[in-house]
């Protein structure tokens, strides 16, 4: 894990303790992400992010809305992964960005309390990984 990402880490768990965010947290956000926490918070804002959760196993996955006018949704792991185009681009191929404005999007709904949550079977969860 790189030491930006070390720095992120304690700011989420911090923010997750307390179910809040305060301008300095904000701002070594923004110094580690940029724009696309700007985005990010934006999509927060609009109640874009949706915990979907398996029972019994209490697996889960984010869906996250996109800001384009088609309003697409991303299934993403807020640490490891996001379907969205940005995220092969910027992230995987050429190593610019930490991580995308809907993985941030999905770690500050988590760590503030702002996910709507949808429970579904253990089955549906996995038919919708496997469209991964």
Same mark, same amino acid.
């Given at each position: 894990?790189?030491? +930006?990402?070390?720095?992120?880490? +304690? %700011?989420?768990? $911090?923010?997750? #303790?307390?179910?809040?965010? $305060?301008?300095?947290?904000? #701002?070594?956000?923004?110094?580690?992400?940029?724009?696309?926490?700007?985005?990010?918070?934006? &999509?927060?804002?609009?109640?874009?992010?949706?915990? &979907?959760?398996?029972?019994?196993?209490?697996?889960? &996955?984010?869906? %996250? %809305?996109?800001?384009?006018?088609?309003?697409?949704?991303?299934?993403?792991?807020?640490?490891?992964?996001?379907?969205?185009?940005?995220?092969?681009?910027? &992230?995987?191929?050429?190593?610019?960005?930490?991580?995308?404005?809907?993985?941030?999007?999905?770690?500050?709904?988590? #760590?503030?309390?702002?996910?709507?949550?949808?429970? %579904?079977?253990?089955?549906?969860?996995?038919?919708?990984? +496997?469209?991964?």
């Amino acid at each position: 894990m790189s030491a +930006s990402m070390a720095v992120a880490d +304690s %700011v989420w768990k $911090t923010m997750e #303790s307390t179910r809040s965010v $305060t301008n300095e947290q904000l #701002s070594i956000l923004h110094f580690l992400f940029g724009k696309n926490l700007e985005r990010a918070t934006r &999509i927060v804002d609009q109640r874009g992010v949706k915990r &979907i959760s398996g029972e019994p196993s209490g697996r889960s &996955i984010f869906q %996250v %809305v996109g800001e384009s006018r088609r309003k697409e949704e991303y299934l993403c792991f807020p640490e490891h992964y996001c379907g969205c185009y940005s995220f092969f681009y910027d &992230i995987v191929n050429r190593g610019e960005q930490l991580c995308c404005k809907h993985q941030l999007a999905a770690r500050l709904a988590e #760590s503030l309390g702002a996910c709507t949550e949808v429970r %579904v079977s253990d089955e549906q969860l996995a038919v919708l990984l +496997s469209n991964l």
